[in-house]
Every structure is written in structure tokens, then in C-alpha cells.
């Protein structure tokens, strides 16, 4: 099953920052948050355990994208990472004028 990814990611995060990141994600936005970690397949499980959207790190990019079990919950979750990377003052690489499919305006 291809999981889709989400619009948002985040940009400009420092390998050992990755963890710290994901981790206060899943603290603020998911009930029973717990600390991140990472999976056998290197992605790593946010969601306190729902397996609904998972997070992998591009080293190369220094960029964490996110990918969602089902297609319609990609919006939901792109509005969490964007509040949360506002909150936070993390830069995402969803332009500010996107309507809900991704496009620019």
C-alpha cells in the first residue's frame, strides 16, 4: 500500500534535532502523545500510536516529510503540521497561498 504524502514538511532541521522535533509534535497534537521514534524501515511512528501518519527524514534535504495511511486525511493533518510549525516557527515547504489541493493561487 502506497501511503500519500502531505504537502507540509518541515525544512531546515538538523539531524539531531529530528527526534526533539517529531516528539513535541506528537506531545501537542495527538491524545497520549508519547516520545517519537523510529521504525525498522527507518520512518518514524507520531501519532501515539494510531499509525495513521508517519514521518521520515531526508538528510540530504535536512527535511522531514510526512506521509498519511488514507488520502483523505491528508488536509487534516496538513493543517496540524502548519500550526504546529507556526507555533514553533518552523520553516514547511507548503506555500503560504495553496487552496486545499496543494496548488498555488
Known amino acids: 500500500m502506497i501511503m ?7 525544512q531546515i532541521v538538523k539531524p539531531k534535532q529530528v527526534e526533539n522535533v517529531l516528539t513535541m509534535f506528537t506531545q501537542e497534537c495527538f491524545v497520549g502523545g508519547q516520545a517519537a521514534y523510529r521504525l525498522d524501515d527507518g520512518s ?3 501519532d501515539a500510536g494510531e499509525n495513521d501518519i508517519r ?3 531526508e ?3 535536512a527535511a522531514i516529510k510526512f506521509f498519511c495511511r488514507y488520502k483523505q486525511d491528508m488536509n487534516f493533518y496538513d493543517n496540524k503540521l502548519q500550526a504546529f510549525a507556526t507555533k514553533h516557527g518552523i520553516d514547511t515547504g507548503l506555500p503560504v497561498n495553496t487552496n486545499t489541493d496543494g496548488n498555488i493561487l
Open 4 to 10: 500519500p504524502y502531505c504537502h507540509t514538511e518541515f
Open 59 to 61: 538528510e540530504p534535504n
Open 55 to 57: 514521518a521520515i527524514y
Open 44 to 46: 518514524f511512528s507520531i
